[in-house]
């Protein structure tokens, strides 16, 4: 099993959800954050005066999958993400050793 972490644009995480669902993803974990990586965050202008806004509203989108789904999740989150600008977002993969459906004490991947 994998879990993905993907940081993505807000605007896109509709786009995501309903693509991730055509491919059999059956559910996710979203965390609106705040952060920069090489945006470096961007210059606004409020009532005349200009400031600079250093954390980028992105959302955090996790799930956990079986690893035989592991590419065809990345290239889905890919190609419902990427506008080819900067801050399109990054993904993350990292081993999962166990998971537990509390409520019917499942584990693993009947649990997911």
Known sequence: ????????KPFKLDTLKEALQTIGVTGMTVSEIKGFGRQKGHTEIYRGAEYHVDFIPKVKVELVI????????????????????????K?????????????????????I
Do not use: C, H, W, Y
């Open 66 to 89: 079986n690893s035989n789904m592991l590419e065809q999740t990345i290239a889905t989150i890919m190609a419902a993400t990427r506008t080819g600008k900067i801050g399109d977002g």
């Open 1 to 8: 099993m994998k879990k993905i972490e993907a940081i993505i």
């Open 91 to 111: 993904i993350f993969v990292m081993p999962v050793d166990s998971v537990t459906r509390i409520r019917t004490g499942e584990k693993d991947e009947d649990a």
